[in-house]
């Protein structure tokens, strides 16, 4: 059992609701690990209550917290300061709490190209052209993400063009619209939609004219081995399957709030993924 002392450092994820999140769990065993003296609690907060309560955390000496949904946007008006990564991605999964002051960030883009990277050792945003599938929150943190690691040529593929391309003309650079994927040159395509998920459609996708070298990734992670990642890997495709962008996405907040650089490895996938359905 963990004891805490009046010097515990405290954070925790803010959430309407928040029940469902792994972020206690994988945040509770860094914690362990690394015997801090902390917690990281699960916050549920009413979206009127959203602003007072994020106050009030600063107020009460926690260091911070993780954001989630339906708070995501909402967290860029109680910030101080919001870092380029946020502005990017048009919306905060990060405060810190210091000196008085909140500063805000987006994690998602940095967690999704850590977890691409450890998973295809080599692997480069400007070796060539990248596929996303969807236009939502998500996306646009991955778009942001991977224009800025120097991806030439970004193609948007939605249900609804108009969203795409308005999320194009935000974004800016080398950005196309598609209604069809994918590209015959692409050589990573990214699923950052809800199709897969359990208890959702499946994403019925042809990748048949992806080249050999290409990169399967979907952001999806229940279950871990998703339709799309399964026909990647039936085609020889490198696949990069969820949960990793979620653990690693966690890794700059609970060194902002704790003094410890976190890893991931085995035993935190194995920990935090343990129950979720391999398919």
Known sequence: MTILSGHARLAGILGWPVAHSRSPRLHGLWLRRHGIDGAYLPLPVRPERFADSVRALADLGFRG???????????????????????????????????????????????????????????????????????????????????????????????????????????????????????GDALLLVNTTSLGMQGQPPLELDLAPLPAGAVVADIVYVPRETGLLAAARARGLAAVDGLGMLLHQARPGFAAWFGTEPVVDDELRAFVGGDIPAR
Do not use: Q
């Not at 810190?96 to 500063?103: A, K, L, S």
């Not at 999704?112 to 599938?133: H, I, K, S």
């Open 65 to 183: 917290a993780n954001v989630t949904i339906p708070h995501k946007e909402a967290a860029f008006a109680v910030c101080d300061m919001v870092e380029p990564s946020a502005h990017r991605a048009g919306a905060v999964n990060t405060l810190v709490f210091e000196d008085g002051r909140i500063r805000g960030s987006n994690t998602d883009g940095y967690g999704f190209l850590a977890n691409l990277r450890e998973a295809v050792p080599g692997w480069r945003a400007e070796a060539g052209p990248a596929v996303l599938l969807g236009a939502g929150g998500s996306a646009r943190a991955i778009a942001a993400a991977l224009l800025d690691a120097g991806c030439p040529r970004l193609t948007l593929v939605n249900r609804t063009p108009a969203r795409a391309e308005a999320l194009a003309r935000t974004l800016g650079g080398p950005i196309e619209v598609a209604d069809r994927a994918p590209p």
